[in-house]
DNA sequence: GAGTGGTCTAGACCACCGT
DNA sequence: CGGTGGTCTAGACCACTCT
């Protein structure tokens, strides 16, 4: 028992990389530069793809990488800024912002979404699909579920699909007074659709945030929007702004 | 080109793997329950171990399953709700905000936290650690930081370490006005420090909440948390409560 | 077609938990 | 101690993008 053991506690192979790679990433790359291929840097390492994978993985999870399919791994840019909850209520679609109208369609929503509406859980339902663009870059994508109830008014004349009928209902539900807004945030995965819209591979990372709409003593409307985890930092609050912070490790003790 | 191709779009096993694991899930089992291991599932599906873990580890990053070493993969609840963002804006510490102060001490901030505070990067500031419990399991752990100049009556002599200090700083802090808060979320992986505190391993996904306290014109304080993203839903906003929505699959069209 | 990241395999050993 | 999930290897093939 008298060996000084430098290597009791062998942290894995993955998370020394990540660290390295960290390092390297901070002192001798800069944004959108190309990283030598897996294989080669595998290679380099000394180790087996999948290991270094592992580490790539979390890079990308944390923000600092973009790997894509056929192309590269690419050193990423700093997290953008999205504004997602503020202490002016407003209902989508009001004086813009920052959402874009796709389509809307008519269905059954999930059971969950049923839950916070108060409808019969097969009753139909207006679903405007929205999609939220930054820098050029696709950073969300929404489902807002509207019971016809909450835009009464709405002809099916008027617009019978498309842009022009999500924004008929859009227009509709400023017309009631938006009485509070309570939101939820959790991670998720993306689905086949969110992630084609999001130009992610499925089951990529995204920040899932829930907002209820208040408006005639109930919930008048349902909005589930999917953010990119990898590209996004959802910013709340009533003042200004929440600059970055890259803090790989923190504190030591 | 006459052939119809069923296996036009051939997906992934382990996306495949998860969807049906999720419906398995939904129906044939209860919260708390034990799966079967790892090897033994991954014959039952006829495919690799390492495809099969593809798949939990999904389902685990959806708040879906828990896994723990040496013990068993298990049927996760649903998420819990944690308040973080509230209309009345208070400083931490006041009419027990479900924060539970664990110990104190003064080093250099990170650059990202000093750029916030504008104190200059080698300034020492006081770092009260908290750690947050809820149904008896710790959910997040946070670090706040206050520079020296936000507390100018703190005593070094009264509270020379540990809670008691951490208690004697949350305690001059409220002798400021609070104008206002500003918090941001985004993606992260713990720390070896916070994966302890959090009873995970390290580089398990987390939310990292990013909140600056502004007081006398200033950031007084900025607190960072990391709350446990697999078991944990943030919510926001003013009036009631988001519940929980399992929506493993958003629509067809 | 060449090169990239994404998926998959069939093993092995390690760290941890319970008994 | 036996059983669990966590790490790691050295390959193979596939899907995609660019030229």
């Not at 180790?47 to 270094?52: D, E, G, Y």
Request: proline content about 7%.
């Amino acid at each position: 028992m008298g060996t000084t053991q430098l290597e009791s506690v062998p942290e894995p192979k993955y998370w020394h990389l990540k660290t390295v790679l960290t390092e390297a990433l901070d002192s001798e790359f800069s944004v959108g530069e190309i990283l030598p291929n897996e294989r080669d840097l595998a290679a380099r390492f000394g180790v087996a793809r999948a290991t270094l994978r592992q580490a790539l993985e979390q890079l990308e999870l944390e923000g600092r990488l973009q790997r894509r399919r056929g192309v590269g791994t690419t050193v990423a840019p700093p997290r953008v800024g999205v504004a997602v909850g503020s202490e002016q209520h407003a209902w989508p679609g009001a004086a813009d912002d920052a959402w874009q109208p796709v389509d809307c369609t008519t269905a059954v929503p999930p059971a969950g979404v049923a839950d916070h509406l108060e409808t019969d859980p097969d009753e139909q339902v207006h679903i405007v699909r929205r999609s939220r663009v930054t820098h050029g870059q696709p950073v969300a994508a929404e489902l807002l579920y509207v019971p016809g109830s909450s835009v009464p008014a709405l002809s099916a004349i008027d617009a019978p699909s498309g842009a022009a009928r999500a924004r008929a209902v859009l227009r509709e539900l400023q017309h009631m007074e938006l009485e509070g807004q309570a939101q939820s945030v959790e991670l998720g995965s993306a689905g086949a659709a969110d992630a084609k819209e999001l130009d992610r591979l499925p089951g990529a990372p995204v920040l899932v945030v829930t907002t209820r709409f208040y408006a005639e003593g109930r919930t008048a409307a349902v909005s589930v929007a999917t953010y990119r985890a990898d590209t996004c930092r959802l910013t709340f609050g009533d003042s200004g702004r929440v600059e970055i912070h890259h803090d790989p490790e923190r504190r030591a003790s």
